[in-house]
């Protein structure tokens, strides 16, 4: 299967569901290091709760193989849909309604609450990613299906 993604500006990636992939700090994390992977394994699990062992810190974006993409990825109905219908992401689609798409976006609802508790820097590195992906795929949507 080919590995399509949505690249909106030179260099940024999307998600199926609207994450800006690109920044995320797990996109090419085995490229970037293995202090780079502990850091953000424990940066993780601090600040979602999610116990994950440095070496499994890294994605390639989740259209890509599973062998390449972050395991909590491979089994989201939203990219597996995405990779049958050979769509880019979830905006491609002409359905206006999901309930993949909606169960993979509640995944993101709640993490700009962190603002509020993340420093500046934090909050930048490991929830802005996440942060808009639902105006971000209706914005795409918008555009593709005027």
Not at 15 to 43: L, M, N, R, W
Request: aromatic residues 6%.
């Amino acid at each position: 299967m080919e590995n399509k993604t949505i690249v909106v500006q030179e260099g940024i990636m999307i998600s199926v569901c609207g994450v800006i992939c690109s920044e995320c700090p797990a996109f090419h994390a085995k490229v970037k290091g293995p202090e780079h992977q502990k850091y953000t394994a424990d940066a993780w699990d601090r600040i979602y709760d999610l116990a994950e062992k440095a070496e499994n810190i890294s994605c390639g974006g989740c259209l890509g193989p599973d062998d390449e993409i972050f395991h909590t990825s491979r089994m989201c109905n939203a990219r597996i849909c995405c990779r049958l219908k050979g769509f880019g992401t979830c905006a491609e689609c002409p359905l206006t309604t999901c309930k993949d798409l909606e169960k993979a976006q509640s995944n993101w609802d709640s993490v700009p609450d962190l603002i509020h508790q993340l420093s500046a820097a934090e909050f930048e590195r490991y929830a802005r990613p996440y942060c808009g992906h639902r105006k971000r795929l209706s914005q795409m949507r918008a555009s593709l299906h005027p």
